[in-house]
Every structure is written in structure tokens, then in C-alpha cells.
């Protein structure tokens, strides 16, 4: 989003250090850099990051999809870290995930307890980290979509990755950075599976609209 909200979107180099007008940014799913290394590990290091630090210091909204959540955790802007799937394998579903916080600028149109029907396309989603962070991540509400049944029920059975907890997006302390492995622009139209992936996309929407009408 770009002027006029929700009007104009444009595309960010890597190779670029500075970054226009935004109202908010995201890094979206794929493979930087073909992650020869690991996930992100090699993305973090392009010269655009250093913006996309600086306007999260700011409080600009940043959303991190599958490769974006795995950039903003070796960036240091998300804590942890996402590793290969405890199955080894690469698995492209459509997960349900549970909301457990909607008062965030990336929820906000969502019920929490509800749960989201979104695909994930990934073989290194698998959230971990220690257990002061997990246990921090948990009190302070970071923890926002856990993977979960229709019903909402999280149970070892519907982790499709490993994820501790069956984490699937956390977002920081402030509140304005969040990562998720499943891909909500990939769940915006019912005739392709469905459209749920607009909530958070509409919860951005409105948070920043919220925020400027102040």
C-alpha cells in the first residue's frame, strides 16, 4: 500500500537501500537466494533489510509470509527460528489454523477461537526456540494462529510440520511485525479453496485506516 490506502501496491528490490512512502510492507513466500544455506539466512544480509529494520523501529507494519517469516527471523526482527519439517519433507495443504489473538493490526477482523482455513507450501516451517522465548512468546500473547482442526482443536495430529506448540504465526513485542508460514494470498478467492486469507489482509487494511483517521 502505497498513497492512496489499498490503491496502489509496488514491488521492492532486494538490492535497494532505501524505501519509498510505504504504509506497509511485506516479504512474501518463495526461495531467496534459492536458499542454498538455509531459509533466509542469506536474504537477511540484502541491502533492503536494513529499511525494513528501520521502519519496523518505527512501527510500520511489516507481515513476513512462509520465506518473509524465515527473513524476519534470521534478521532478528521475529525471535526464533524455523527449521526443516520433523518429517523431512516438503508438504504443499491447505491447513486449518486457530485464531488465538485478534487484537493485533494483522487479526483484528478475525474472532478469536475461529479458525482459518489457508494453505502452507513449505519444507522448513518447523517454529522453534528456546524455552524462555516460547514461554515469553505464550504470556504475552505473541503466539497468534496455532494449527489446529476445523473444530479448533489443537492436537499433535494436525501439526503438519513440528512446530512447538503447533505455532503457526507469532508476532513481536510491539505488535507490529508478524510472521506466518501458511499463505494467506493464496486463500483470497472461494473459487480456488477459499478466502480466508482476507482477514488478515482486511485487518491491515483497517488497523492502518483506524490509525490515520486518529
Same mark, same amino acid.
Given at each position: 500500500?502505497?498513497?492512496?490506502?489499498?490503491? *496502489?501496491?509496488?514491488?521492492?528490490?532486494?538490492? /535497494?537501500?532505501?524505501?519509498?512512502?510505504? /504504509?506497509?510492507?511485506?516479504?512474501?513466500?518463495?526461495?531467496?537466494?534459492? /536458499?542454498? !544455506? $538455509?531459509?533466509?539466512?542469506?536474504?537477511?544480509?540484502?541491502?533492503?533489510?536494513?529499511?525494513?529494520?528501520?521502519?519496523? +523501529?518505527?512501527?510500520?507494519?511489516?507481515?513476513?509470509?512462509?520465506?518473509?517469516?524465515?527473513?524476519?527471523?534470521?534478521?532478528?526482527?521475529?525471535?526464533?527460528?524455523?527449521? $526443516?519439517?520433523?518429517?523431512?519433507?516438503? $508438504?504443499?495443504?491447505?491447513?486449518?489454523?486457530?485464531?488465538?489473538?485478534?487484537?493485533?493490526?494483522?487479526?483484528?477482523?478475525?474472532?478469536?477461537?475461529?479458525?482459518?482455513?489457508?494453505?502452507?507450501?513449505?519444507?522448513?516451517?518447523?517454529?522453534?526456540?528456546?524455552?524462555?522465548?516460547? +514461554? $515469553? !512468546? @505464550?504470556?504475552?500473547?505473541?503466539? *497468534? !494462529?496455532?494449527?489446529? /482442526?476445523?473444530?479448533?482443536? *489443537?492436537?499433535?495430529?494436525?501439526?503438519?510440520?513440528?512446530?512447538?506448540?503447533?505455532?503457526?504465526?507469532? *508476532?513481536?513485542?510491539?505488535?507490529?511485525?508478524?510472521?506466518?508460514?501458511?499463505?494467506?494470498?493464496?486463500?483470497? @478467492?472461494?473459487?480456488?479453496?477459499? +478466502?480466508?486469507?482476507?482477514?488478515?489482509?482486511?485487518?491491515?487494511?483497517?488497523?492502518?485506516?483506524?490509525?490515520?483517521?486518529?
Amino acid at each position: 500500500m502505497n498513497g492512496v490506502l489499498g490503491q *496502489v501496491a509496488e514491488y521492492i528490490w532486494h538490492g /535497494d537501500e532505501a524505501l519509498g512512502q510505504y /504504509d506497509a510492507i511485506i516479504i512474501p513466500g518463495g526461495f531467496s537466494y534459492g /536458499d542454498f !544455506l $538455509r531459509s533466509g539466512a542469506i536474504a537477511r544480509f540484502s541491502p533492503v533489510m536494513e529499511a525494513v529494520q528501520q521502519f519496523a +523501529d518505527k512501527g510500520g507494519p511489516v507481515l513476513g509470509i512462509c520465506n518473509g517469516f524465515q527473513v524476519l527471523c534470521e534478521s532478528g526482527l521475529l525471535p526464533g527460528a524455523l527449521m $526443516r519439517n520433523n518429517h523431512l519433507e516438503f $508438504r504443499c495443504i491447505w491447513t486449518e489454523l486457530k485464531v488465538e489473538n485478534n487484537s493485533t493490526m494483522f487479526t483484528s477482523k478475525a474472532t478469536t477461537g475461529a479458525t482459518l482455513h489457508i494453505p502452507m507450501s513449505h519444507g522448513e516451517g518447523n517454529y522453534q526456540a528456546d524455552n524462555a522465548t516460547i +514461554d $515469553r !512468546l @505464550e504470556e504475552n500473547g505473541q503466539v *497468534v !494462529l496455532r494449527y489446529a /482442526d476445523s473444530a479448533g482443536n *489443537v492436537t499433535p495430529d494436525t501439526n503438519p510440520n513440528g512446530s512447538i506448540n503447533n505455532i503457526a504465526a507469532i *508476532v513481536n513485542e510491539r505488535g507490529n511485525v508478524m510472521g506466518m508460514m501458511p499463505h494467506p494470498e493464496k486463500a483470497c @478467492e472461494k473459487l480456488i479453496g477459499g +478466502d480466508d486469507g482476507n482477514v488478515i489482509f482486511s485487518s491491515m487494511i483497517e488497523s492502518f485506516a483506524a490509525s490515520i483517521a486518529k
